[in-house]
Each structure stands twice: as structure tokens, then as C-alpha cells.
T-cell receptor, first 115, second 108 residues
Framework: EADIYQTPRYLVIGTGKKITLECSQTMGHDKMYWYQQDPGMELHLIHYSYGVNSTEKGDLSSESTVSRIRTEHFPLTLESARPSHTSQYLC??????????????FGEGSRLTVL | DAKTTQPNSMESNEEEPVHLPCNHSTISGTDYIHWYRQLPSQGPEYVIHGLTSNVNNRMASLAIAEDRKSSTLILHRATLRDAAVYYCILFTGNQFYFGTGTSLTVIP
């Protein structure tokens, strides 16, 4: 069973609000990721980190920001939420190396609805 | 550009084998092939991965074509709990690239 947790699981907020989606893992993994997934669609990488103080943008442009001050914690923030941000956000971590062995562990996701 | 191509949906009868195909014609020599599945309202979970040789684990088998341009995930006996979206993924450039996945329906 994966030890990666996301909060909140569900969030409904109004336009213009600032929100932070929390993601924590207790496996000591260096690599962490945020994916965005619309209903019935594929996952798109929006942010990733290879360790403390490392953050990079993924393939899908996102107005969100992330930080990695501690190994176990990788929060995602939206400064001013809009209806277009309505989606499911999935956090993952791994110890996978450049050889491609290993696996991604996903949290259960945070489903965000912006009214 | 999608790096993997899968059928949108497939059906299988319970307790019968299921073969889920995936095309990855642009795969490079160092790209690993991963399969994950996503149950409703959950994050994806790891199923299996391989590079060149066929692989077996307790969940499934992975058959990789000799030219590596396609692969097949094999569930030996489908159960109702196997109903999910199955993603064929290339691990390339230190990143996972998810395709649109195949939605598997298991018929009792």
C-alpha cells in the first residue's frame, strides 16, 4: 500500500480564491510529480521535482505553482482560482532512476471545482 | 504528440484472458514500457513494466514485440475488480508519458 496522501480529496470554491493542494509521502522518495486529469481524459504532467529545492514545469502549461522545501511535502498552489482550473489533480512520487525501473506511487487525487 | 496508442475501450467476459494492445512506434532504445491502471475515483496504480523481454508478475504478463514498437498487457483471468482504465506508458527522458488509456469492461 502506497504511503502518499493528498488533501483535500474534494474542494468546491469560488472564482478568485487562493487554494493549496497538499501532498505528502512517507517513503523518502526524492522524485515527486503533479498531474492534471480531466474526466475521461489522460493524465498531463504539470509540475515535478527531483528533490528539495528542485521544481520544474511539466508538458502542460499550468498557472499553478509548487514548492519543495521538505522531501516529504510537495504542495501545489493556485493564487487565483478560475473555472478553467476545475479538474482532478494527482500527486505521485517515485524512486525511479534514469534506467526506468521502479514505479510511480499515486495519491487518491484532489478533485477541484471552481464556481 | 501521443507516444502510445491504445484502443479506447475493450470488453471481456469474467474469468477469460484479456489482451490489451499498445502501439509505441516512436520508442527509442532506452525507453521502458510501463503499464498502470486506474480504478474509478482513485489514482493510477502500477501493473508491470519491461524493456525488451517479456515479463510476468502476480498481476499480469507483458509481451513486448521483437521490434519493441508494440506491446500487449495480458490479464490471465479477468475478474470484476479488473474493470479499470489501463494506461500504456513510455518512460523516456526521465518522464512518464501517459496516453489516453483503454477502458476495460468485465462482463459477469
Amino acid at each position: 500500500e502506497a504511503d502518499i496522501y493528498q488533501t483535500p480529496r474534494y474542494l468546491v470554491i469560488g472564482t478568485g480564491k487562493k487554494i493549496t493542494l497538499e501532498c505528502s509521502q512517507t517513503m523518502g522518495h526524492d522524485k515527486m510529480y503533479w498531474y492534471q486529469q480531466d474526466p475521461g481524459m489522460e493524465l498531463h504532467l504539470i509540475h515535478y521535482s527531483y528533490g528539495v529545492n528542485s521544481t520544474e514545469k511539466g508538458d502542460l502549461s499550468s498557472e499553478s505553482t509548487v514548492s519543495r522545501i521538505r522531501t516529504e511535502h510537495f504542495p501545489l498552489t493556485l493564487e487565483s482560482a478560475r473555472p478553467s482550473h476545475t479538474s482532478q489533480y494527482l500527486c505521485a512520487s517515485s524512486e525511479i532512476g534514469t534506467t526506468g525501473t521502479g514505479e510511480l506511487f499515486f495519491g487518491e487525487g484532489s478533485r477541484l471545482t471552481v464556481l | 504528440d501521443a507516444k502510445t496508442t491504445q484502443p479506447n475501450s475493450m470488453e471481456s467476459n469474467e474469468e477469460e484472458p484479456v489482451h490489451l494492445p499498445c502501439n509505441h512506434s516512436t520508442i527509442s532504445g532506452t525507453d521502458y514500457i510501463h503499464w498502470y491502471r486506474q480504478l474509478p475515483s482513485q489514482g493510477p496504480e502500477y501493473v508491470i513494466h519491461g524493456l525488451t523481454s517479456n515479463v510476468n508478475n502476480r498481476m499480469a504478463s507483458l509481451a513486448i514485440a521483437e521490434d519493441r514498437k508494440s506491446s500487449t498487457l495480458i490479464l490471465h483471468r479477468a475478474t470484476l475488480r479488473d474493470a479499470a482504465v489501463y494506461y500504456c506508458i513510455l518512460f523516456t527522458g526521465n518522464q512518464f508519458y501517459f496516453g489516453t488509456g483503454t477502458s476495460l469492461t468485465v462482463i459477469p
